[in-house]
Every structure is written in C-alpha cells, then in structure tokens.
T-cell receptor
Framework: GQNIDQPTEMTATEGAIVQINCTYQ??????LFWYQQHAGEAPTFLSY??LDGLEEKGRFSSFLSRSKGYSYLLLKELQMKDSASYLC??????????WGAGTKLIIKP | DGGITQSPKYLFRKEGQNVTLSCEQN?????MYWYRQDPGQGLRLIYY???????QKGDIAEGYSVSREKKESFPLTVTSAQKNPTAFYLC?????????????FGPGTRLTVL
C-alpha cells in the first residue's frame, strides 16, 4: 500500500529552527509537495520537489532524497504565525496526490 | 481576484438528509477535486474531474455524488448513504494535465450531522 509518515506534533521556540520530516512509500513518484494549513483553513502551497536536493524559498527550505523516500521541511527564524499544520503529499505514478496526516507545529514564545 | 470559493462555511444536517456542498473556481482550471479531512488523518480523495462532463471516483466515493456540468463548478452531494459524514470538506483545482501542477484549495466546508 501507499504510505506517508510524518510526526504528529512538534514544538519549537520563536526565532529557532525546526525540521519536519516526511517519509514515503508510494506507487511511483512524480514529485513531493509541502503545504501549510492553519486550523480551520485551506492548505496553502509551500514547496515542490521532484529532483534530489534542497530548494530554498525565504525562511522555508525543502529537501528530497528519492532513493531514501525521504523529505524534510526546514523552517528558520520561527515566528508565532508559523504555528500551523504542515502537510506532506506525494504525487504517485497516476498523478494522484497521496497525503500524510500532517504535523502540527506549536511555536512557543 | 481569481480563486476558489466554497459555501457554506459551516453546515448542519440531520441524519437521513442529503446535502450539497458548493465549489466554484474562476481560475480557468480544468481539474477539480473533493477531499475529506478528519482529525489525525491525511486528506482523502472523494471524487475528481479532469474535464467538464467527466469525473472519477477517488478512494472514498461511497455515499457521495458529484456533477461537472460547467468548468467553473463542481458540487458535491453528501447522501444519506454516507455512514459518517461529519468532517471538513475541501475542494481544490489545478490546471490539469498532471505533472507538477499545484492544487489550490477553497476555504472548506465543515459539515456536522446532528
């Protein structure tokens, strides 16, 4: 079966750095997405990786290793507004998105 | 401004009643999707449509129905056959054609069955 694993919850301090991991086992691979979702709101797109390596976008970076079935989202200079759930999703061989359950990130002052 | 709208934001339904959730987009996207989100679980695909007048079942289509009569609209009906309909429902769209197309989401409808 297809599976996406992420930690359920993480806590970090304002101004610090946090890394959210995602491992996946899917039927084929056509890219990995990270989305941010504030409570009760729609997910919003953060990043897309299809090749191995690091993609940097401001305070957020995303890394992919296809051979290990592994990705992480790195958030720097954490702000209180970064408190949200972070969803990892993999596009499989049929171009369908398989979603992880999300990681709830709690930022403390 | 382009985007996706869903209505209503909150919806209450009595057991045994059908209810229709609205999803409209003005992004000129070909593909539209309906997901269900439950606490502690990933988004699960209910139905999707790649083009007008065509749609396919997702992983959890039982108890749901859709139509795609217009490119802009993809309403979802939650029927009385859906055993556990209380959830947060999200509609999404993308340009279509697969690949790296980012899905854009509407604000969601929270359905509660009383």
């Amino acid at each position: 079966g297809q599976n996406i694993d992420q930690p359920t919850e993480m806590t970090a301090t304002e101004g610090a750095i946090v890394q959210i991991n995602c491992t996946y086992q899917t039927s084929g691979f056509n890219g990995l997405f990270w989305y941010q979702q504030h409570a009760g709101e729609a997910p919003t797109f953060l990043s897309y990786n299809v090749l191995d390596g690091l993609e940097e976008k401001g305070r957020f970076s995303s890394f992919l290793s296809r051979s290990k079935g592994y990705s992480y989202l790195l958030l720097k200079e954490l702000q209180m507004k970064d408190s949200a759930s972070y969803l990892c999703a993999v596009m499989d061989s049929n171009y369908q998105l398989i979603w992880g359950a999300g990681t709830k990130l709690i930022i403390k002052p | 401004d382009g985007g996706i709208t869903q209505s209503p934001k909150y919806l209450f339904r009595k057991e045994g009643q059908n209810v229709t959730l609205s999803c409209e987009q003005n992004l000129n996207h070909d593909a539209m999707y309906w997901y269900r989100q439950d606490p502690g679980q990933g988004l699960r695909l209910i139905y999707y449509s790649q083009i007008v007048n065509d749609f396919q079942k997702g992983d959890i289509a039982e108890g749901y129905s859709v139509s795609r009569e217009k490119k802009e609209s993809f309403p979802l009906t939650v029927t009385s056959a859906q055993k556990n309909p209380t959830a947060f429902y999200l509609c999404a769209s993308d340009p279509g054609g697969g690949g790296s197309d980012t899905q854009y989401f509407g604000p969601g409808t929270r359905l509660t069955v009383l």
